[in-house]
């Protein structure tokens, strides 16, 4: 005999869902709020220094990528409209 997933199921039984009023789905997600809340850890001065120093460093790295292509390009575009034909 085989036994369905339901029946060997180890979870908490499923609580009969109620139909909540609007005040009361407001007071569920501020409590669902707090509880995430609680949930966070604040980074330490060092860790939230090298965090910094990360996106700063990327953010520098990623202007020279559009600064670089941005010049190339620019150099595309005027050798394709100014030199490639000058029939006066």
Known sequence: MTETAASSS???PAK???KLGFFGR???FVRQVVGELRKV???TRQELLNMTFVVL???VVMM?????LDFLFGLG???VFDGSSQSK
């Not at 020279?64 to 670089?68: L, M």
């Open 10 to 12: 180890q979870g908490r």
């Open 16 to 18: 009969q869902a109620r």
């Open 26 to 28: 407001i007071a569920l």
């Open 41 to 43: 850890v604040t980074p």
């Open 57 to 59: 460093a990327f953010v």
């Open 64 to 68: 020279v990528v559009v600064f670089v």
């Open 77 to 79: 575009v005027g050798w």
